[in-house]
């Protein structure tokens, strides 16, 4: 028996591949299909199933496209309808693979058709669970992400105290846990760091499992906190439950090179957004006016998914050298497939053919402590759990995951300071308020990790006057 994390550090995901004698089933698997199946000609296996333990609402899975090149079963458990072919199982069921067993444990609470698998090894003993968003290491999946509306947030969080209680605490402590999403995900709001537990350490660290914990002290300390789930969760949900288009034809779409002539001719025909996926400093530098900025070397997926609200809105890319499939890719994973190739020979290409560029101020700490002064206005574009930690005193919240909604509290004539934690969030906003026409914007270097260094005044949340 061999059991494989295969772990994605900008989704917080971690998907399984799992063998025995010859034979591989797959659990919640990204997009693409070729990492799953290079394992399976590595190790000279057949992949006989596809396991989803529910509808993912943070990723298109690729399910779909795994069983159409492999013949696999799609499996999901009780109350999962859709819109292609799948085994949809029984709670109880189980399914032989080469000398393991995986039975089937349906656990709502998550979404109705949350499931659990459960391993059991050759001699039949509980070996692993594979919790999908069940179960976290930390915590529990959020239970305000179901597809259909006539059951309240409320209502899957008492299924889940319920599932959890007789579905999966009743196994053995020794148990290994194996969740869909790690610290970063936010199907969830404390996460471990951790990607792989024992379900009797969990027992004794996850609050969601404490032993003398009432449905209603559950329920309430579950839903406390939770902050509206990005906009495009919902959509991957019905693109995982209704199909999509095959990865290789967005690949192929995608993944085509244009001069500056034609990329510019593309964009103004097709209404497409210029996204520029280098790094922060490339981009505050110079860029192509009215272009967005969100890099590649940060959580790039995530953030695109809570910011381009349109799934089918065309996109243009400035890529790094030799990552544009990799562009295309990550955001094919959060269901952006209408991307339309991506600027051959980058900027200086752009500049070449006699283009104009843009740039966005930026400065180290140093320089905006020279510049610091009354009636200075600062944008804190951190979530509100970090402003409330500490915060700059003048700084105002205002949350990066939120910019398209409150971006009429600013006004387009006023010069703005900008930061975030380190730098990658800053840019991003800054790259968006410059699109819609705010001219006077200052990027801070650094962030508040560099901010908190200096003498400039601050609020901390358990000491507001310091």
């Known amino acids: 028996m061999k059991i494989e994390q295969i772990y994605t550090g900008c989704l917080a995901q971690g998907a399984y591949y799992i063998e025995s004698d010859g034979e591989a089933a797959i659990i919640d698997p990204l997009r ?10 590595k190790e000279n296996t057949k992949i006989k199933y596809v396991f989803e333990t529910h509808f993912h609402a943070d990723f298109v899975s690729g399910h779909i496209d795994l069983a159409e090149k492999t013949g696999a079963t799609i499996v999901f458990g009780p109350n999962a309808k859709t ?39 050759e001699n039949g003993k509980d070996h692993a669970i594979f919790t999908g968003d069940t179960l976290f290491l930390g915590d529990v999946g959020r239970p305000d992400l179901a597809i259909k509306q006539d059951i309240t947030k409320e209502d899957l969080a008492a299924l889940l105290f319920d599932s959890l209680r007789k579905k999966i605490m009743p196994l053995a402590d020794d148990v290994i846990v194996y969740p869909a999403h790690g610290a970063g995900s936010a199907c969830g709001k404390n996460l471990s760091k951790e990607t792989v537990d024992t379900l009797g350490n969990q027992k004794k660290t996850n609050y969601a499992l404490r032993e003398d914990m009432t449905k209603e002290e559950f329920v309430e300390e579950v839903l406390d906190g939770i902050l509206p789930p990005p906009q495009y969760f919902s959509k991957n949900a019905l693109m995982n439950k209704e199909g999509y288009e095959t990865f290789e034809e967005v690949l192929e779409k995608g993944d085509v090179p244009l001069s500056p002539e034609k990329f510019e001719k593309i964009a103004n025909r097709e209404g497409a957004l ?65 991307t339309l190739g991506y600027l051959e020979g980058g900027i200086e290409n752009w500049k070449k053919s006699g283009k104009e560029t843009d740039s966005i101020r930026s400065i180290n700490v140093e320089e905006f402590e020279k510049e610091y002064k009354d009636g200075l206005e600062i944008l ?35 010069e703005y300071y900008i930061h975030c934690a380190g730098g990658y969030r800053s840019a991003i906003a800054a790259s968006i308020l410059k699109a819609r026409g705010f001219k006077n914007l200052v990027d801070i270097k650094g962030g508040y990790g560099a901010l908190k260094k200096t003498n400039l005044p601050k609020t901390n949340y358990s000491c507001p006057n310091s």
């Open 274 to 338: 210029v996204l520029d996926v280098r790094t922060q400093d490339e981009f505050l530098k110079e860029h192509i006016p009215n272009s967005i900025f969100i890099g590649l070397n940060g959580s790039f997926a995530p953030w695109v998914g809570a910011l381009i609200k349109d799934l089918k809105q065309p996109i243009l890319l400035i890529v790094p050298e030799g990552k544009s499939e990799e562009a295309v890719t990550r955001l094919s994973r959060v269901g952006y497939d209408n």
């Open 32 to 41: 693409e299909s070729a990492p799953y199946l290079k394992r399976a000609e």
């Open 380 to 414: 804190d574009v951190r979530k509100p759990g970090e402003f409330e930690s500490e915060h700059l005193e003048k700084g105002k919240s205002f949350p990066l995951d939120f910019i398209n909604d409150n971006m009429k509290e600013l006004d387009s004539s006023n």
């Open 83 to 121: 819109n292609y072919s799948i085994y949809q199982a029984k709670d109880g069921e189980e399914f032989k693979l080469g000398k393991v067993t995986i039975k089937v444990l349906h656990t709502p609470g998550h979404t109705l058709e949350s499931t659990t698998y459960l391993l059991k090894d």
